[in-house]
């Protein structure tokens, strides 16, 4: 099959490459060249706004798995315009480029943010949505827009909503980085690891090269126009989290706890029942597995 991926170059996106270069023929779409040798010939410089050329990308695709996006829920809040250009747009762009060249299947990668604080736990995939940030906002419209497409000009579509993922691949100096990110950079500089406020918060972590598998079963399947999370489906605190790095690390770090952060979540987990019963799915990256791949 031909496989288009957007964001490409990003950590999602590259774990995709590597995934389904074993078995399909694939085209990446980013705005920046991949860091990653092997995958240098198969990215194009490409904006998903530009209708022309998503038109032009998208012949001949089988499915699309649509993962480029403004994700910083900061730069969301400061300029809600260029995140609902992009996220919005964009997406929008793409969904009209795919129906209008056939594609079997558009795959769209959200997140768990379009949950906001939850209601109930787990969170399963009909849970509320109500996100707090213009980037939660613009996510949920995106995937109104896939369903649309999919009612009105009979486009399938699958949505990912992913949780907490982390790799060695995700940028360390990026100051929107993942506390995963966070904890090893600090670990590897012998620095202290600080928590924020009692540790108790708890977050659903799994490995990008899982999510990565998922959305390639997903891809390779007959399962359309539905919506899953991908998660561990498990809950780990955030002191539960620094132990293993400072673990992992080899004793390098200690652990601080520092003031809460106003607004955060306390509790999150996710339902993956869904993915479970429709692709037979399941983590396979524990998260001390997932850790130590930082430092191997």
């Known amino acids: 099959m031909k ?3 957007t964001g490409a170059s990003g950590q999602l996106g590259s774990y995709l490459l590597d995934e389904l270069l074993i078995k399909d023929e694939v085209v990446g779409i980013d705005l920046v060249p991949s860091r990653h040798a092997s995958h240098a010939s198969l990215v194009q410089k490409a904006d998903i706004r530009d209708r022309p050329e998503m038109l032009r990308l998208m012949r001949g695709a089988d499915v699309v798995v649509h993962c480029a996006a403004q994700v910083s829920v900061v730069n969301s809040i400061n300029d809600p315009y260029f995140d609902l250009d992009v996220n919005v747009r964009g997406t929008l762009t793409l969904l009209d480029a795919a ?3 056939k594609v079997g299947k558009f795959i769209f990668i959200s997140t768990a943010a379009v949950y906001g604080d939850p209601s109930s736990l787990p969170i399963g995939e009909d849970h509320p949505l109500n996100p707090k940030s213009p980037y939660g906002a613009s996510k949920v419209a995106a ?7 999919a009612a009105t000009k009979k486009l399938p579509y699958a949505v990912v909503r992913p949780f907490n993922f982390y790799s060695p691949r995700a940028d360390p100096t990026s100051p929107y980085s993942g506390v995963i990110t966070k904890f090893v950079e600090w670990a590897k500089a012998g620095k202290p690891l600080l928590v924020e406020g009692d540790g108790l918060q708890t977050r659903d972590f799994i490995s990008a090269v899982d999510v990565a598998r998922m959305v390639v079963s997903l891809a390779r399947s007959e399962v359309k126009n539905v919506t899953l999370n991908s998660g561990s489906g498990k809950q780990t605190t955030v002191n539960e989290l620094a132990e293993t790095v400072v673990r992992v690390s080899g004793g390098r770090s200690v652990i601080e706890h520092v003031a809460d952060r ?3 979540i306390k509790h999150s987990v996710s339902d993956i029942a869904r993915a479970q019963r429709l692709l037979g799915f399941e983590p ?3 998260l001390e597995k997932g850790i130590g791949m930082f430092f191997g």
């Open 3 to 5: 496989m288009i991926v």
């Open 99 to 101: 129906s209008r060249a």
């Open 143 to 149: 995937e109104q827009y896939c369903k649309v497409f």
């Open 262 to 264: 106003v607004g955060d």
């Open 284 to 286: 396979q990256t524990t």
